[in-house]
Each structure stands twice: as structure tokens, then as C-alpha cells.
């Protein structure tokens, strides 16, 4: 008779125990959910605020303010934006009004206290835990203030 040759139940079983002790202290080290979840976010704020620089720019076109450099149109509720040659000002009472959820009503805040942001613009960082006094993160929303044909640039800098 030949003697079959295998793994016994004992072996498969710990093999597997190991595998799995494994897994539960590697995987978190490479998987790194929490900052891609944040960095998706930044990128849909980033959407949020071009979309809404668009609309706001037609509703000034249409009430023929395009081309001031000063002046502010009637948002959705009755808002005032305050809008600079049709765009949202880089301002709380521009982008931030143009964009439901910014502020102090919403989830974002603007950042505070950062060499980062300089005049004509702001940016917005996640809202609570002491969070909008640090820069790691962020979407900012940046004007020319001195050209009618300068479309608002808007970028993110991700989380690490």
C-alpha cells in the first residue's frame, strides 16, 4: 500500500491562522483608505466650486455684470455673491455663498493662518478637530482681480 502524501488538518489550520495575523497587521500599512476617501472629497469640492463659478458667471452675464469689476447678483435663496468680472470673488461672501456647504453652516472652512493663501484667494480644508488652522490639505480658489478674460484658477493640494 503507498502512504498518500498532504497537508494535515493541524498544518492547513495554522498556516491559515498565520495568514491571518498577516493580514490584520499588514493590510492597514497598505491600504490607506482614510486619505484617498479625503483626497476624493478635495476633488469633489473642486468640482462643486467650478460648477458653481460657471453658474454664477452665466446669472452675471445674463444681468450684464460680466464685465465690472465690482459687483455682486441674487444666488439661489436670496444670496449675495459678490462677484468680480462675473466670477465669485475669492471671498466668503463670494465662493463661499456661491457654494452650498462652505463655511459656517457647512463641512468645509476656509483656511486660516496659512503662508499658502495669499490676497485673491482662499481656500478650504475639512471642517472640526483643528483642522482649518493647518495646510496639509486643501482646495483653493484663486482670482485675477486685474483682468476681465481671467477665468478663476481652482486647485487641491491632497492629503499625505
Known sequence: MKKQGGFT???LVVVIVILGILAVTAAP?????????RNASLEGLKGAMAGATGI??????????????????SGAGGVTIETVYGYPEA???GI???????????DWSPVS???EVGTNEIAYTFKG???ENKTECYVKYKMDNTS???????????CN
Request: charged fraction near 20%; charge should be negative; glycine fraction near 14%.
Open 56 to 73: 454664477v458667471y452665466g446669472r452675471a452675464a445674463v444681468d450684464g455684470v460680466e464685465s465690472k469689476d465690482n459687483s455682486a447678483i
Open 91 to 93: 471671498s466668503q461672501n
Open 9 to 11: 488538518l493541524i498544518e
Open 148 to 158: 476681465s478674460s481671467a477665468i478663476p484658477v481652482i486647485s487641491v493640494k491632497n
Open 29 to 37: 500599512r497598505f491600504l490607506n483608505l482614510q486619505d484617498d476617501a
Open 96 to 106: 463661499g455663498k456661491a457654494v452650498v456647504g462652505l463655511g459656517t453652516d457647512g
Open 113 to 115: 493662518g496659512s503662508s
Open 129 to 131: 478637530k483643528g483642522s
